[in-house]
DNA sequence: ACCTGAACACCGTTCAAGT
DNA sequence: ACCTGAACACCGTTCAAGT
């Protein structure tokens, strides 16, 4: 006879979730999300495709999420003070949630890939803000200049890349700093 | 009685990185790798570790490469085109080594981390160059703007995450050559 | 109509036994 | 002193059989 479901998508992809930021992505495995969520691991395929799916759905809430953090970090009215604000916000985002926000970029196959319209979203208010300084003719350029250097930056960092000497603080300040002068130089030059 | 060893060190990571860029990190099997050496699977235990190791080792391999090839793309007088070949040649390199490239920046385990030392001399020839034309007291923070633009330009490029409208190779120059520009202009203020 | 045990085809790694 | 088969402890995924 029918039985209703003793789960659902919503409770296997933030089950995985907390599986991949404490224990990373090695340690995802479908019985353990089947274990959290109190049931075998064959009756999680009622609600996902496998793991790549899975993989790919806490990615695509990661986005939302850091999507939300970004806007909320860009509602001043200062073009420079937002920037500023939104790579602080994108930083932070990062550390809270590392493992999380390492696959949203990592993806080698296509299966745990994204939606590209989710990405999308969430560098909308990158292109507003970005786009807004360096004159709208570069807003695309322009967002892809700073979401590569934030993305790329943290990354490394996240990565222990920047073991060495220095202070890893000054040198992303350093970087947005000078990233903002430069995009509000470029609306100066070829209109 | 002594058995010379049928295969080396060299020989496994050689056919390591074969694997990974032909098929993948996922692709990459002990199996796989004993098999093109020649030998059984326990045998690679001889020479590596595990298999953590190995990769660890095609990282490290990978980032020499990437080392020789910016060090051969910086060698001109005019510091704003050795940044701009270092820039081109950097891509270049991650396109033609996507899957290798990849794993440099995403050790998620410590056993997967290439050696520091060999990253900061890869990073050499940047500091140099991003230094000369910040001003050396700028000199690791210009690198590390340089290099976390680069490493996020390509690693979105190669997730995919530029799907959407517009011209990447445009993106690109644009970028390069607004942190050229802003590197410099820093140099003249702040002594 | 969902859930499950059992099974299949893989993994990485260890180790005693061969040569 | 290296190499190997066999074994161990895992995986993801499928599927027939239960309820």
């Given at each position: 006879m029918p039985t209703p479901s003793r789960t659902s998508l919503t409770e296997i992809v933030s089950a995985a979730r907390a599986i991949v930021e404490s224990e990373g992505l090695d340690g995802l495995t479908m019985q353990k999300v089947a274990s959290v969520v109190g049931v075998?691991?064959?009756?999680l395929y009622k609600h996902v495709s496998g793991r790549g799916e899975l993989i790919k759905l806490i990615a695509e809430v990661t986005v939302e999420e850091l999507s939300m953090t970004l806007e909320s970090a860009s509602r001043g009215s200062d073009l420079r003070v937002n920037l500023d604000a939104m790579a602080r916000a994108f930083r932070e985002f990062a550390h809270r949630r590392p493992e999380s926000y390492r696959l949203v970029f990592a993806p080698t196959s296509d299966e745990w890939r994204p939606d590209p319209a989710v990405l999308a979203a969430a560098v909308r208010p990158v292109v507003e803000t970005a786009g807004g300084l360096a004159g709208s003719q570069h807003g695309l350029e322009a967002a892809r200049l700073v979401t590569a250097w934030a993305h790329g930056f943290v990354t490394m960092e996240l990565a222990g890349a920047?073991?060495?000497?220095?202070d890893i603080d000054s040198a992303f300040y350093f970087g947005i700093e000078r990233i903002g002068a430069s995009l509000e130089s470029a609306r100066d030059s070829v209109g």
């Open positions: 075998r691991a064959p009756s920047f073991r060495m000497e220095g």
